[in-house]
């Protein structure tokens, strides 16, 4: 069956919520630690609030839920997470696909949470078979978040393959590792990449905004 990379990031990333404790800074704006955990719980087990994020009529309940796995235990708040979706979750059966890019872009929020956005950043080493593992994601989440971008965009590894085009406008290559090019698709900051392109260009889609 292979090794299931979201419960490894998952895992991983838990390990460092609880090493930095619950009030340490992530690249979700405006969340802490804390914060992260509860939304992953609250996406993970209870859809019902989570779908006050993109209905507002239901943004009062989901306020009212946000809060209650807010106040709980920071310890219990982890075990939870790292314990994974329950059995009636719709992310269960297909953890193994729909998680792995959420556990890996989070862990990554939690690692890069104090760094300066706009300064270098020394990346982990990734396995090869993560990093083999985040191409589907990254080829899918890509189209999402740069498919209105302003620049027609390659995502390009140092080795030379091509793993997306997208976008339209003056071509820019953005060259990285796949980790790398999952942040950046998903606009988190600072990543290691590299850009080829028209300098306008490349600052059009430097400024662009990349999420769902």
């Known amino acids: 069956m292979g090794v299931n990379w979201a419960q490894v990031e998952r895992r991983a990333m838990v390990e460092a919520m609880r090493r930095e404790g619950p009030d340490a800074p992530t690249l979700c704006t405006g969340w802490a630690t804390r914060d992260l955990a509860v939304h992953l719980l609250l996406r993970e087990r209870r859809p019902d609030a989570a779908a006050g994020m993109f209905l507002p009529p239901l943004g009062a309940w989901t306020g009212r839920v946000t809060r209650s796995y807010a106040a709980r235990d ?17 992310f269960a059966l297909p953890d193994k696909y729909l998680n792995l890019a959420e556990m890996f872009v989070h862990h990554e929020d939690v690692l890069r949470g104090g760094a300066d956005p706009t300064g270098p950043w020394t990346p982990r080493e990734l396995a090869p078979g993560l990093s083999a593992a985040l191409e589907r994601p990254l080829k899918m989440m890509g189209r999402m978040t740069m498919g209105k971008s302003p620049a027609r965009v390659t995502l390009r590894t140092p080795d030379g393959r091509d793993l997306l085009t997208v976008g339209s406008g003056e071509p820019v290559t953005v060259v990285g590792t796949v980790g790398e090019l999952l942040l950046f698709a998903f606009g988190r900051a600072p990543v290691d990449v590299a850009f080829l392109g028209e300098p306008a260009a490349v600052a059009l889609l430097s400024m662009a905004r990349r999420s769902l």
């Open 74 to 90: 920071y310890d219990d708040l982890l075990d939870d997470v790292e314990s994974g979706p329950p059995w009636f979750s719709l």
